[in-house]
């Protein structure tokens, strides 16, 4: 029986696309080209790159269990919270392509992350340097830039690719010797970071006759220092202070995050300082180092010998 029963013409419908990418390299690019951040079209790309590599027969023909197996293979060796990051980031090109008509549905809604929340309070634990030791990496510091640099970073809870891309445009002079930072962070959002008197004068000695758009922490060649080469600094430096090896510039933000709330700051003030679009983020600097525990409240007479 057919089913035009009114003997009407056929009409044949044809799907609907808001994107004129017609192949998953050009949907990947429009997807990269949706966010604001360059570091984290960067970061978005690679995942991109490696999640296509496991899914030989590309978005538009992917199930759900394709799509499981693709990322299972992409992440294997991953830490859980490398993996999470992953797939959250697989999950929202899935959402970008089927809101946008590329791809015939959402396999991504499928794809469950379990929240790190639980985890989150004792994994920063692990990264949170000591004042003692902070002070220990900034004394062993190898030159003037290599010092200001980490103190710039601890006060200020400075993401790296913020110091780097650091102009002398961005450091207003204010009242009581102090500067303000114009920083720009994720999702290309500013904020107003405020240094204390200390840094902000160790941080004015580094301008000489540096312009108004060069880079406040140069290389030695005069141009913008990398990320990789503070990483490689710090881990030097670290090393020379011989505090723990692990540490990475990112543990100078989680320290201004913990020893800010221990002396007293509000979490509203960490998180305006740091940048973090939800308290939730903030927060768990308070669960990472407790000063109290139910513990403590135990009878001491029982653990006598």
Same mark, same amino acid.
């Given at each position: 029986?057919? *089913? ?11 799907? =609907? ?6 192949? *998953? ?60 990051? /992953? ?8 959402? /970008?392509?089927?809101? =946008? ?44 830039? *290599?010092?200001? %640099?980490?103190?710039?970073? /601890?006060?200020?809870? =400075? ?21 303000? =930072? ?12 405020? %240094? ?89 600097? %308070?669960?990472?180092?407790? *000063? ?14």
């Amino acid at each position: 029986m057919s *089913d035009n029963t009114l003997g009407l013409p056929a009409i044949r419908i044809k799907a =609907l696309t808001a994107t004129r990418a017609s192949s *998953d390299e050009e949907l990947i690019g429009s997807w990269l080209d949706s966010l604001k951040s360059a570091h984290s079209r960067r970061n978005f790309a690679m995942t991109a790159q490696r999640f296509l590599a496991a899914l030989p027969m590309g978005l538009r023909a992917a199930t759900v269990e394709d799509v499981r197996d693709a990322i299972a293979a992409a992440t294997v060796g991953a830490s859980a919270a490398s993996a999470r990051q /992953y797939t959250l980031r697989i999950k929202s090109l899935l959402s /970008y392509g089927h809101d =946008l008509g590329y791809i015939p549905f959402n396999a991504g809604v499928r794809i469950k992350v379990q929240s790190d929340a639980g985890h989150r309070g004792a994994s920063l634990a692990k990264r949170i340097m000591t004042p003692a030791e902070v002070a220990l990496l900034i004394r062993a510091a190898c030159s003037r830039r *290599d010092r200001i %640099l980490i103190e710039v970073a /601890y006060a200020g809870g =400075l993401r790296v690719s913020e110091l780097v891309n650091l102009c002398w445009s961005d450091v207003l002079p204010r009242e009581k010797d102090q500067v303000q =930072l114009s920083i720009v962070g994720k999702g290309e959002k500013t904020r107003r970071v405020l %240094l204390p008197d200390i840094v902000s004068r160790s941080l004015l000695t580094l301008r000489g006759d540096a312009g108004a758009n060069d880079p406040v922490f140069a290389s030695r060649k005069g141009g913008r220092l990398t990320e990789r080469a503070v990483h490689g600094m710090v881990k030097r430096v670290a090393a020379r202070a011989g505090v723990n090896a692990a540490i990475s510039p990112h543990w100078l933000r989680h320290a201004h995050g913990s020893h800010a709330i221990d002396k007293g700051a509000s979490l509203p003030e960490v998180q305006a300082t740091l940048g973090h679009a939800n308290i939730t983020t903030t927060s768990a600097y %308070l669960h990472a180092r407790p *000063d109290s525990s139910s513990g403590l409240k135990l009878d001491r007479g029982v653990f006598l010998q």
